[in-house]
């Protein structure tokens, strides 16, 4: 968990506008990245996932950027809706005998209608 | 519903009780994974099962007691808390601690020590 940090803990946007989540880490060791949302009351759901031989996966509204170089993750949310409010965490496996996700602290993404 | 389900949604006990904190997942996966989650923190991982086998324990205090039956079942007993230890506690599991996959999560259990 220590190694996996994100650098706003909260992002205030307006419905319509894109959002950019962005994920800090440090152990080079890792190769697979996960993004999750959690909603209030709920538990970590599974957004998006890129693996380190990548650099760009797209999903439904979603982007996720890798850059091994600086080791920097961002979630790119288009159109961003007012459901998208939620916590948002990036979770690393780093490479090895266990694959054991650890997460960063998460940023508090705020939809203003 | 991710397929993980924790009971209690929420709990509240005393420093001297003993409780038990359920997760169940039919999802075929073979790890299962407590974590807590307090305000202003990342989440923490508490315990990995691997096989019904602990294959990670992060210096968690033996206040908290894991137990896994089997596959599809993870408990955490909880005896003699302490306030700090009041937060959300969460169950995931995975396919294998050896795969990149992701771990899906139940809805967690709020636990407040008083």
């Known amino acids: 968990g220590e190694s996996v940090g994100l650098h706003l803990p909260t992002l205030s946007v307006q419905e319509g506008d894109n959002s950019i989540i962005n994920c800090a880490y440090s152990?080079?060791?890792?190769?697979?990245f996960i993004w999750y949302k959690q909603e209030s009351g709920k538990g970590p759901q599974f957004i998006i996932d890129?693996?380190?031989?990548?650099d760009k996966r797209q999903g439904q509204r979603v982007t996720v950027l890798l850059n091994k170089t600086v080791k920097h993750l961002s979630l790119q949310i288009a159109a961003t809706q007012p459901g998208d409010s939620a916590v948002y965490f990036c979770a690393e496996r780093v490479a090895g005998g266990s694959y054991i996700p650890t997460f960063g602290r998460g940023t508090s993404l705020i939809v203003h209608p | 519903e991710t397929g993980v389900t924790q009971t209690p949604r929420h709990l509240v006990m005393g420093m001297t009780n003993k409780k038990s904190l359920k997760c169940e997942q039919h999802?075929?996966?073979?790890?299962m994974y407590w974590y807590k989650q307090s305000a202003k923190k990342p989440l923490e991982l508490m315990f990995v099962?691997?096989?019904?086998?602990?294959?990670e324990n992060n210096s968690v205090p033996s206040r908290f007691s894991p137990e896994c039956p089997n596959s599809s079942h993870l408990f955490l007993h909880l005896h003699t808390l302490q306030p700090e230890d009041s937060a959300l506690y969460l169950c995931?599991?995975?396919?294998?601690?050896?795969?990149?996959?992701?771990?899906?999560f139940g809805q967690g259990t709020r636990l407040t020590v008083v």
């Open positions: 999802l075929g996966h073979n790890a």
């Open positions: 890129i693996r380190s031989n990548m």
């Open positions: 995931a599991s995975s396919q294998a601690t050896n795969l990149n996959t992701e771990a899906f």
């Open positions: 152990n080079s060791a890792s190769d697979y």
């Open positions: 099962y691997s096989l019904e086998e602990r294959v």
